[in-house]
């Protein structure tokens, strides 16, 4: 079946980089996901790529994917405080109603 | 800007009762889902929904559990029998249409404590 790890915590100073990775073992997910959860609110989808693709950027953010060695991770560059938070790795096959299949969770502690 | 709200926030319970969790998705989304996390552990898929029946469904997702959309803007999660592994928080999600990559907005979810 689908698994997805994280490592579970990751601390760092306020204006460095953050790196948080994930492996995955589905060779069939089409797409994978970030998401980011704040204290008290619900998963927020940050970004996604697709299985074809090594990068993606979007400002702050970086996904890169190594699909032969089914490794993901989330570069935020400039971390700020407001980063604060647990990321989430996830995966699916895509399409309409296919389930989202998550990590435990990374938690991401923004020293100032 | 639009967003899934659920209630309660906490919901406690004796073992043996049943639970009822709802969850109100964007107005306009046509997919919903249950995910649930037991503290500590992955969030988990429980059961998918469209058009008024069951899509997919986990092995957690057994007889004890039910889901419902009893009118235009509710979607329910149903414990019969509850146990005290069903303590976990529970996250309802939604998404619009059958968009390639499956965006799901998820609300904040109700931790169901069972004793």
């Known amino acids: 079946g689908e698994d997805v790890e994280q490592s579970l915590f990751l601390s760092v100073r306020e204006g460095d980089s953050s790196v948080i990775n994930c492996t995955y073992t589905?060779?069939?997910?089409?797409?994978l996901y970030w998401y980011k959860q704040e204290p008290g609110a619900g998963l927020q989808l940050l970004t996604y790529?697709?299985?074809?693709?090594d990068m993606k950027q979007d400002q702050r953010l970086t996904v890169l994917l190594n699909k032969k060695d089914k490794h993901l991770s989330l570069r935020i560059a400039d971390t700020q405080t407001g980063d604060s938070a647990i990321y989430f790795c996830?995966?699916?096959?895509?399409?309409?109603?296919?389930?989202?299949?998550f990590g435990t969770g990374t938690k991401l502690q923004v020293i100032p | 800007e639009p967003e899934v709200t659920q209630t309660p926030s906490h919901q406690v319970t004796q073992m043996g009762q049943e639970v009822i969790l709802r969850c109100v998705p964007i107005?306009?989304?046509?997919?919903f889902y249950w995910y649930r996390q037991i503290l500590g552990q992955k969030v988990e898929f429980l059961v998918s929904?469209?058009?008024?029946?069951?899509?997919?469904k986990s092995e957690i997702f057994d007889d004890q559990f039910s889901v419902e959309r009893p009118d235009g803007s509710n979607f329910t999660l149903k414990i019969r029998s509850t146990k005290l592994e069903d303590s976990a928080m529970y996250f309802c999600?939604?998404?619009?249409?059958?968009?390639?990559?499956?965006?799901?907005?998820f609300g904040p979810g109700t931790r169901l404590t069972v004793l």
């Open positions: 999600a939604s998404s619009p249409s059958p968009r390639s990559y499956n965006e799901q907005f």
């Open positions: 589905d060779s069939s997910s089409t797409y």
């Open positions: 790529i697709f299985s074809n693709m």
């Open positions: 996830a995966e699916s096959m895509g399409g309409g109603y296919q389930k989202v299949t």
């Open positions: 107005s306009n989304h046509l997919y």
């Open positions: 929904f469209y058009n008024n029946e069951i899509s997919e």
